[in-house]
């Protein structure tokens, strides 16, 4: 009898961009992208030791925060589960790398670094050693999230038959000004802000270890040099899914997922088998 397929755990990731400058070869600059990434814990036993963006698993003090809608903004019109999907990118983001998108109450700028700063000080390991609540984090210091702030990118779902499965979306969001954030140091041990292409290249080189889903999507990524392009390009694009499905071919692998996702194809070679 074949057990049923493991359901997979909603999650949510979040692709911090800033504006950068590169030089090419002939001495001259060109404008790009910058996205902050971390690397895994070797010990992690989900993509251990891979660059990665910041983001994690709903929980249940994020559903406890949909019902206090003062504590964010840019939720009108979303049912329940988006919500919950971006309050959790926002908390990982802020346990992952301290980096917070929320405002003052009453408010219409971003919080500044000094006071996300102070904020991540005195909060975020015991938010992180479930010491305290993200919300008791956003009332305690006057903070609403800024849902706004989040543009809906892409929405993976991990393949059946894998041991740990995960309903994941991204969001793009331009990083809040001075906001430079850093890894815990427990989860990750490394964070580097770098570009689609250096992270591509790092990957072609063995200097990063990259999740298939982290290449389709810094690739995409890739494709924009400014932070306002990126955003303007994916607000209010309809995502489609993506559950990658594995086959056989030739002594090789291949992934197989939606054309219409829009990443350059659906079929791409993963190595062969052992």
Same mark, same amino acid.
């Given at each position: 009898?074949?057990?049923?397929?493991?359901?997979?755990? =909603?999650?949510?990731?979040?692709?911090?961009?800033?504006?950068?400058?590169?030089?090419?070869?002939? #001495?001259?600059?060109?404008?790009?992208?910058?996205?902050?990434?971390?690397?895994?814990?070797? @010990?992690?036993?989900?993509?251990? /030791?891979?660059?990665?963006?910041?983001?994690?698993?709903?929980?249940? /003090?994020?559903?406890?925060?949909?019902?206090?809608? @003062?504590?964010?903004?840019? #939720?009108?019109?979303?049912? @329940?589960?988006?919500?919950?999907?971006?309050?959790?990118?926002?908390?990982?983001?802020?346990?992952?790398?301290?980096?917070?998108?929320?405002?003052?109450?009453?408010?219409?700028?971003?919080?500044?670094?000094?006071?996300?700063? @102070?904020?991540?000080?005195?909060?975020?390991?015991?938010?992180?050693?479930?010491?305290?609540?993200?919300?008791?984090?956003?009332?305690?210091?006057?903070?609403?999230?800024?849902?706004?702030?989040?543009? =809906?990118?892409?929405?993976?779902?991990?393949?059946?038959?894998?041991?740990?499965?995960?309903?994941?979306?991204?969001?793009?969001?331009?990083?809040?000004?001075?906001?430079?954030?850093?890894?815990?140091?427990?989860?990750?041990?490394?964070?580097?802000?770098?570009?689609?292409?250096?992270?591509?290249?790092?990957?072609?080189?063995?200097?990063?270890?990259?999740?298939?889903?982290?290449?389709?999507?810094?690739?995409?990524?890739?494709?924009?040099?400014?932070?306002?392009?990126?955003?303007?390009?994916?607000?209010?694009?309809?995502?489609?899914?993506?559950?990658?499905?594995?086959?056989?071919?030739? #002594? #090789?692998?291949?992934?197989?997922?939606?054309?219409?996702? /829009?990443?350059?194809?659906?079929?791409?070679?993963?190595?062969?088998?052992?």
């Amino acid at each position: 009898m074949t057990e049923p397929a493991k359901a997979p755990r =909603p999650a949510s990731t979040i692709l911090l961009l800033r504006d950068a400058t590169a030089q090419k070869g002939d #001495g001259k600059s060109r404008a790009e992208i910058e996205v902050f990434m971390m690397v895994r814990h070797y @010990e992690i036993d989900f993509n251990s /030791g891979a660059l990665v963006f910041p983001g994690g698993s709903v929980d249940k /003090g994020d559903q406890e925060i949909i019902a206090a809608p @003062e504590l964010y903004s840019g #939720g009108e019109g979303l049912d @329940e589960a988006t919500l919950s999907f971006r309050i959790a990118a926002i908390r990982e983001t802020f346990e992952e790398s301290g980096i917070l998108l929320a405002r003052p109450k009453g408010s219409k700028t971003l919080v500044d670094a000094v006071r996300a700063s @102070e904020i991540e000080t005195a909060h975020r390991a015991d938010l992180c050693d479930s010491k305290i609540s993200f919300r008791e984090v956003l009332t305690d210091n006057g903070m609403v999230l800024a849902l706004d702030e989040l543009v =809906p990118y892409a929405h993976w779902i991990t393949p059946e038959g894998m041991p740990k499965r995960f309903d994941t979306w991204f969001f793009l969001a331009a990083a809040p000004p001075e906001q430079v954030g850093a890894h815990d140091g427990k989860e990750s041990t490394d964070s580097i802000w770098v570009s689609p292409r250096e992270a591509l290249e790092g990957g072609e080189s063995g200097r990063f270890k990259l999740p298939f889903p982290t290449t389709r999507n810094l690739i995409k990524l890739g494709k924009q040099d400014s932070v306002q392009a990126a955003l303007e390009d994916s607000r209010g694009k309809s995502v489609v899914t993506v559950t990658p499905i594995m086959t056989r071919n030739n #002594g #090789g692998r291949q992934l197989r997922i939606p054309l219409e996702a /829009g990443y350059d194809g659906d079929v791409f070679e993963v190595g062969s088998v052992g």
